[in-house]
C-alpha cells in the first residue's frame, strides 16, 4: 500500500519561510518523479514543482521560481520543498504527488498525499 505523508505546515507571517516534507512508503521511492501541488480555498488545485527521480531535474511554476526549492534524498524515500519569502495568497493545502513517468502535470500522477496546510498571515 503506497502512502504519501506530509508534514512541516503551519502559520508563518509574510516574508517567511517554511520546510516541507513528504515522507512515502509502499513504492520503490528512486523510480518516481516527485511533485508538489497546492489548492487554495475556493481555486482549484495548482502545480508549484517538481523533481524527476534521480533529482537531477526540477521544474517550477513561475510564481515560486526563485523562492522555492525542491529535493529529494532517495535514502529517506523522502522530497521536500522549500519555501522562503512566502506571501498571503499562497496559504492552501500543498499535497506531494508520485508518478512513474517524467511528466509533471497533475492528470500524469500516480499517488498522492493529504497535504498539509500552510497558512501565511499578512
Known amino acids: 500500500q503506497v502512502q504519501l505523508v506530509e508534514s512541516g505546515g503551519g502559520l508563518v507571517q509574510t516574508g517567511g519561510s517554511l520546510r516541507l516534507s513528504c515522507a512515502a512508503s509502499?513504492?520503490?521511492?528512486?523510480?518516481?518523479?516527485m511533485a508538489w501541488f497546492r489548492q487554495a480555498p475556493g481555486k482549484e488545485r495548482e502545480f508549484v514543482a517538481a523533481?524527476?527521480?534521480?533529482?537531477?531535474?526540477?521544474h517550477y511554476a513561475d510564481s515560486v521560481k526563485g523562492r522555492f526549492t525542491i529535493s529529494r534524498d532517495n535514502a529517506k524515500n523522502t522530497v521536500y520543498l522549500q519555501m522562503n519569502s512566502l506571501k498571503p495568497e499562497e496559504t492552501a493545502v500543498y499535497c506531494c504527488?508520485?508518478?512513474?513517468?517524467?511528466?509533471?502535470?497533475?492528470?500524469?500522477?500516480?499517488?498522492w498525499g493529504k497535504g498539509t496546510l500552510v497558512t501565511v498571515s499578512s
Open positions: 504527488a508520485a508518478n512513474h513517468g517524467i511528466s509533471s502535470h497533475e492528470s500524469a500522477m500516480d499517488y
Open positions: 509502499g513504492l520503490t521511492f528512486s523510480n518516481y518523479a
Open positions: 523533481i524527476r527521480a534521480s533529482g537531477a531535474v526540477t
